[in-house]
């Protein structure tokens, strides 16, 4: 069975500092692995993803995640937080095998101080 | 506005009324999700469309749901006999399938419909 883990439930960084949210997953077939991020009031904008390839994979808003397989971890990374980057990320994984359940976890709040 | 609408975006009902929710998905996304969030979760996928065809239902979903896209255009999500259990928001989701298999896999969301029952 698919499941995701996300284990911090908030994150704070100080603007300007690197941001990292962690997430795990498991899944039996190859992941497919994704980052969305809701802000308030609105809906879930998708930020980047890994499918195959390069196990670094750079997204929107200059967002990046590293795929590390053997630790089955898919962490989200930023270089340099901004305020605006305060929201609620998301981190999901499919099964490659096939099936189209996408599994999400439970979200990690991010609190940029400025 | 050419992203994914859903109507309404709030719901209040009684307990044992039936609802139903609309999705408009992006036009010409093929594929469409249905997921519930409730506060302090993440979405949990319900069921998903591929055109018409309704190929995967989550086995927590309880027979009083169902779901339907009879044009493979607009979806509907129906709740009978609500409990105030049901009470979540309800998102929609559309994606594309590309010209590259792994090209459309990313999902764009609607804003949610927000269901109270009371």
């Known amino acids: 069975a698919q499941s995701v883990a996300q284990p911090e439930d908030q994150v704070n960084v100080a603007e300007g500092n690197p941001l990292t949210v962690k997430c795990t997953y498991s899944?039996?077939?190859?992941?497919?692995l994704f980052w969305y991020v809701q802000y308030p009031n609105r809906g879930l904008q998708f930020l980047l993803k890994?499918?195959?390839?390069?196990?670094l994979v750079k997204g929107s808003y200059g967002f990046e995640a590293e795929f590390n397989k053997s630790q089955t971890s898919f962490h989200l990374k930023k270089p340099s937080a901004l305020v605006s980057d305060s929201a609620l990320y998301f981190c999901?994984?499919?099964?490659?095998?096939?099936?189209?359940?996408?599994?999400f976890g439970a979200g990690t709040r991010l609190f940029v101080k400025a | 506005d050419t992203g994914v609408s859903q109507d309404p975006r709030h719901k209040i009902t009684k307990r044992g009324q039936n609802v139903t929710f609309r999705c408009d998905p992006i036009?010409?996304?093929?594929?469409l999700y249905w997921y519930r969030q409730t506060l302090g979760q993440g979405p949990e996928f319900l069921t998903y469309?591929?055109?018409?065809?309704?190929?995967?239902k989550s086995r927590l979903l309880s027979d009083r749901f169902s779901a339907e896209r009879p044009k493979g255009s607009f979806s509907t999500l129906e709740i009978q006999r609500t409990e105030q259990g049901d009470s979540a928001m309800y998102l929609c989701?559309?994606?594309?399938?590309?010209?590259?298999?792994?090209?459309?896999?990313?999902?764009?969301f609607g804003p949610g419909t927000r269901l109270t029952v009371t």
């Open positions: 989701a559309s994606s594309p399938i590309g010209l590259a298999r792994r090209s459309s896999y990313e999902q764009y």
């Open positions: 899944v039996s077939g190859n992941p497919y």
């Open positions: 890994y499918i195959t390839g390069d196990n």
């Open positions: 999901a994984v499919r099964d490659g095998r096939g099936g189209f359940k996408t599994i």
């Open positions: 036009s010409e996304h093929n594929r």
């Open positions: 469309f591929q055109n018409e065809a309704q190929l995967e």
